[in-house]
């Protein structure tokens, strides 16, 4: 059978969408998928090789309209060549001269990020309260209403959550078509053999408690409200791995904190493993995640959770088994007596050890051959007019 995936980005660019085609694909290839891509790409990566077992075609992002007519150019015979289409981005400009179903993989709001990015809404506007308010913008709610519609034009949706699906059939999706498929980590995801204790001397951290968060700092991760807890709650520190546009105002509402915050910056994923190691927990109070890779890589290294009850966390992070689940607000002083009453639960005698213990608890729903037989499935389906 032949596989189009349709991409904005594509391996080696980073990014979540990225970053799964390039372990999926594989797979696909390996069960028998003739399978091609169409992507944007960066001018420094247009010359980048891919893999023996499919051919990519880059389209360069040079001007907005340009990129546009060459990418539904390109795609006219991929999509008269292929059996199914799977897209991993809503808005890109493919050709309909072909009667292959199509698929595709929702792992977030378009139109709730793009009305962000544009300053259409404000940066603090939940994104479950904007899929039900009037926003103001017409801009904002014509990309609602455009996403809405493409989305219920598709053969068959995946998603990462049940959280999501109900988020997709919000939109109009049937929801017999749209599947829950989990996010996994692929089998040779980095796993590190040195306990807690070896991990902190290899990172020169004391023994006090210390919690980590990771991710880009953006106003919807709660890193302010961690921060904001962190007053409340004594000789806890708070390590944080990422940057982003909110990390200058974070690094100077923390400066009174002194030491007990520390700021790394942007860090290799490697590196990132060796943190989750050495950390007490790894915390993740966001108001949006579909479903979290940074919570499966921190229970996968042994380390148990500090989440929201927020998006797809739940589904990854039982209370008080593998974790702790707090309530999520967007109130600052709200957000951080919840967090206290977390950290000061999380820091019990004999807590974190349960918790670590319990590390393992659930994630055999999140096991990468899982994911792949389930995306096989999907596909198979699609093409045989089952979705």
Known sequence: MKLLIASGIFHPEPGGPATYLREVLPELAARG??????????????????????AVTRIPRAGLAVRYLRYAAASRPLIAWADVIYLHSLGLPLISNGH???????????????????????????????????SG?????????????????????????????????????????????????????????????????????????????????????????????????????????????SLPALKASAADLGERVVFLGRVPNARVQLYMRAADYVALYSGYEGLSHTLLESLRAGTP???????????????????????????????????????????????????????HVGMERFAFSSMIEATVRALEDAQAGRS
């Open 137 to 245: 913008s017409l801009a904002a709610e014509a990309s609602k209403a455009w996403r809405a519609l493409e989305v219920r034009r598709m053969d068959a949706v995946i998603v990462p959550s049940a959280y999501l699906k109900r988020m997709v059939t919000g939109w109009g999706a049937p929801p017999e078509r749209v599947r829950v498929i989990y996010n996994a980590l692929p089998l040779h995801h980095a796993e590190l053999s040195l306990s807690q204790a070896e991990a902190r001397a290899e990172l020169s951290l004391d023994d006090r408690p210390t919690v980590l968060t990771v991710g880009r700092i953006l106003p919807w991760k709660g890193v302010d409200a961690l921060i904001a807890a962190l007053r409340r709650v004594p000789d806890v520190r708070l390590v944080v791995a990422g940057d982003g546009e």
């Open 33 to 54: 998928w003739a399978i091609r891509v169409l992507t944007f790409s960066d001018p420094a990566h247009m010359a980048a090789e891919a893999s023996a077992a499919y």
């Open 305 to 359: 959770c500090i989440a929201s009850d927020k998006g797809g966390n739940p589904e990854v992070i039982q209370h008080g088994v593998n974790g702790l689940l707090a309530p999520y607000t967007q109130n600052l002083d709200d957000a951080a007596a919840h967090l206290s009453a977390a950290l000061s639960q999380a820091f019990a005698p004999g807590m974190r050890a349960k918790l670590a213990a319990n590390a």
């Open 100 to 134: 292959a179903p199509r698929i595709v993989k929702i792992v977030g709001d378009v139109a709730w990020e793009r009305a962000i990015r544009k300053g259409w809404i404000a940066p603090t506007t939940d994104i479950d309260a904007f899929q039900t308010i009037r």
